[in-house]
Each structure stands twice: as structure tokens, then as C-alpha cells.
């Protein structure tokens, strides 16, 4: 079946402007997860949703930031007023649920860049 | 402070050379412990994991990890590396109090050459 997939796969926004990012996880999973890769560093947790609420949202860095999944599959990561630092890759995972012996499943990125 | 420490940030071994890779973690309590994988030009996937049982754990391609409790560590494994294991590694752990979300390390890059 197919795996996790996000759109787009590169971005490239100026200073200040607003960008949304998608996530199409695995059909079927309830647990959807965003994080952040930065060069040269492992994937920083962002926000977690199970179904259609966000369980936990406490590694989103500020209130620029924000993700909805309206229907529990579909996501999208938003971003306004978006700054240089904001430039890394965006990942995205799925996950049949959110706790028990489950691995997450992850997609292959939005690389943002912000000039 | 890193909360998930992998201290070899890259190792270059040749052919058939043995691999261990050291990952730390500074939890206490419950945890599930995973190796992710990201070959060049490829997303992560899951080399192995650990949630509960043997703490010695077989993965794909010939990798294993070992959970050792009292040393907060599960290290990865590989008795002789081939030139297509060249990728970047990443230990991650989820707490058991925390619903999913996983802690990374940073990560090492693993260069074989043949």
C-alpha cells in the first residue's frame, strides 16, 4: 500500500510570508505526527494528533505555528510571518495508533527554505 | 541538553569491518526504543525496535541492538557492514508517560567504503 506522503517536497517562501505544508498519512492511521529536521540534527517532535484533535502540540516553537486534521487523515502544517530559522526539512509520520507496540512510519519531507 | 545522546557523529569503516553504534538516554521509567535508517535520497525507516521482552532485538539486514537497562543504552549492531549500510543512523526513544512522540538523537553517519 502506499506510504506516508507530503506535498510539497521543496518550498521556498521569502521572510514574512505564510506557507502551508501537507501530510497524507498512511490509510488507516489514527496517530499523525509532525516534526522538524534542522541540518545536521535528528527530527525535533512539533505536534501529535490522534484522530482529528492534537493530543500534544508542546514542541510547536510559537504561535506562527499551527497544524489542523479536520476529517483524521489529512494534515496541514502552517506557518505564518515565516522567518530564516523556520528553513529546515518537515517531516511527517503515521502510526496505527498512538501508543502500544507500534512503529511510526515516516514520510519523505518538505524541505522550507526561507530567504 | 540532549535527552537522547548518539556520540559518534560519523564513522567511516571499510568492508566487512564490525559496527557498533552507542545511543544513550537520560529517562527514567518506561521506554520503547527504535534505530531508524535514512539511506541517501531516501526517508527514514525503522531498522528495529524495542518495546518489551529479550532485550537483545534482530532487525533488518543483519543489524540487532541490545537494551541495556541499567546503562540507559541500546547500542546497534552489525557484525560485518557492507558498502550499501553507507546512510545516516538515528537512535530514538518514546517515554512511556508521553503518548508517541518520539526523542531523537542527532545522528551518525555511517560511511562504508569497499
Known amino acids: 500500500g502506499a506510504g506516508v506522503s507530503q506535498t510539497p517536497s521543496n518550498k521556498v517562501t521569502e521572510k514574512g510570508k505564510y506557507v502551508e505544508l501537507r501530510c497524507d498519512p498512511i490509510?488507516?492511521?489514527?496517530?499523525l505526527y509532525w516534526y522538524r529536521q534542522s541540518l545536521g540534527q535528528g527530527p525535533e517532535f512539533l505536534i501529535y494528533f490522534q484522530g482529528t484533535g492534537a493530543a500534544d502540540d508542546s514542541g510547536l516553537p510559537n504561535d506562527r505555528f499551527f497544524a489542523v486534521r479536520p476529517e483524521g487523515s489529512v494534515s496541514t502544517l502552517k506557518i505564518q510571518r515565516t522567518e530564516r530559522g523556520d528553513s529546515a526539512v518537515y517531516l511527517c509520520?503515521?502510526?496505527?495508533?498512538?501508543?502500544?507496540?507500534?512503529?511510526?512510519?515516516f514520510g519523505p519531507g518538505t524541505r522550507l527554505t526561507v530567504t | 541538553a540532549q535527552s537522547v545522546s548518539q556520540h559518534n557523529h560519523h564513522v567511516i569503516l571499510s568492508e566487512a569491518a564490525s559496527l557498533e553504534l552507542g545511543c544513550n538516554y537520560s529517562y527514567g521509567g518506561t521506554v520503547n526504543l527504535f534505530w531508524y535508517v535514512q539511506y541517501p535520497g531516501q526517508h527514514l525507516q525503522l531498522l528495529l525496535k524495542?518495546?518489551?521482552?529479550?532485550?537483545l532485538v534482530k532487525g533488518i539486514k543483519g543489524f540487532e541492538a541490545e537494551f541495556i537497562k541499567s546503562k540507559f543504552s541500546f547500542n546497534l549492531r552489525k557484525p560485518s557492514v557492507q558498502w550499501s549500510d553507507t546512510a545516516e543512523y538515528f537512535c530514538a526513544v518514546r517515554r512511556g508517560s508521553t503518548l508517541g512522540r518520539l526523542y531523537f538523537g542527532r545522528g551518525t553517519q555511517l560511511t562504508v567504503w569497499p
Open positions: 509520520a503515521s502510526s496505527p495508533q498512538g501508543g502500544g507496540p507500534y512503529e511510526q512510519y
Open positions: 490509510s488507516g492511521h489514527t496517530a
Open positions: 524495542y518495546f518489551s521482552g529479550d532485550p
